[in-house]
């Protein structure tokens, strides 16, 4: 079993950033390939970004390329998401995933989830 906490979120101006953090327990860190992803309210969880359990694998939705970044610190079983230039339409709940090994992109693929946190952009 893997515990995650997802923790950073808040409200920022259009323009502005914020850096998630998502502490793992429960099993090996630098064993889990790591995701982020988001849910607007009336959308589907989509996918953000993901990194691979060695790191050298990272992968973004082309909405938040070159504006936000995954990073991991195995020493400190966690992963980040550095958000900047932050946009309104970035404004959703943010969870954290995890799965074995490999990155992927679809949510089916992750079987560990944190309990999210809130994300939200004013204009």
């Known amino acids: 079993q893997v515990q995650l906490v997802e923790s950073g979120g808040g409200l920022v101006q259009a323009g502005g950033s914020l850096r998630l953090s998502c502490a793992a327990s429960?099993?090996?860190?630098?064993?889990?390939?790591m995701g982020w992803f988001r849910q607007a309210p009336g959308k589907e969880r989509e996918f953000v970004a993901a990194?691979?359990?060695?790191?050298?694998?990272?992968d973004y939705t082309d909405s938040v390329k070159a504006r936000f970044t995954i990073s991991r610190d195995n020493a400190k079983n966690t992963v980040y998401l550095q958000m900047n230039s932050l946009k309104p339409e970035d404004t959703a709940v943010y969870y954290c995933?995890?799965?074995?090994?490999?990155?992927?992109?679809?949510?089916?693929?992750?079987?560990?989830w944190g309990q999210g946190t809130q994300v939200t952009v004013s204009s």
């Open positions: 995933a995890a799965r074995k090994y490999e990155l992927r992109t679809a949510r089916h693929e992750y079987p560990y």
């Open positions: 429960g099993r090996a860190f630098s064993s889990l390939a």
């Open positions: 990194i691979s359990w060695g790191g050298r694998q990272i």
